[in-house]
């Protein structure tokens, strides 16, 4: 059963599969409120004879695990950012379409590198929480539904949600 214990984690634009993660959080649970950095140093500790991790990325390897180990706990953790995750969902109409160009077009005028889906799949649509096209999902964050934001607009959402450096 432990082998089967496999947690697929962000590291900067990877993700990664973890074997044993979730006992290993179990297991140092009790630690909540110890300072993070004693956390971070457990889980490394405790995961690093079952997972490869190389000694250059120890440190994101910790961060990522904290991440984990918190939210687990139920406390409020910020997710890694490391791009932008663009989803336009319909059925391939011409709005749907008209959404995906000005999109495209955004993202280069802003010069923004993103990961753009298209998702046609009402099932896969509907598990996303949308009921409406065109819809525009930036991040995991539904962004419009049933409508297509001005240019501007989508600038500014896509400075706000995009990568961080």
């Not at 297991?27 to 000694?55: C, F, M, T, V, W």
């Not at 005028?109 to 993103?114: E, N, Q, V, Y």
Request: hydrophobic content about 40%.
């Amino acid at each position: 059963m432990p082998d089967k214990d496999i947690t697929q984690i962000s590291l900067g634009k990877f993700q990664v599969g973890i074997t044993g993660l979730k006992a290993a959080i179990e297991e140092l649970q009790s630690r909540q409120g110890r300072p993070d950095a004693e956390i971070a140093q457990a889980l490394l500790e405790k995961l690093k004879h079952r997972n490869y991790i190389p000694d250059s990325a120890q440190d994101q390897y910790g961060k990522a695990f904290l991440r984990e180990f918190k939210k687990a706990l139920g406390e409020k953790v910020e997710e890694e950012r490391s791009g932008l995750n663009i989803k336009i969902l319909g059925s391939g109409c011409p709005a749907c379409d008209r959404l995906a160009q000005s999109v495209m077009q955004v993202l280069m005028d802003l010069r923004l590198p993103a990961e753009v889906e298209h998702v046609r799949d009402l099932q896969e649509m509907h598990d996303l929480g949308v009921f409406g096209a065109p819809a525009l999902v930036i991040n995991g964050e539904v962004k419009a539904v049933g409508q297509l934001p001005t240019k501007e607009r989508l600038k500014q959402w896509l400075r706000e949600m995009g990568p961080q450096k």
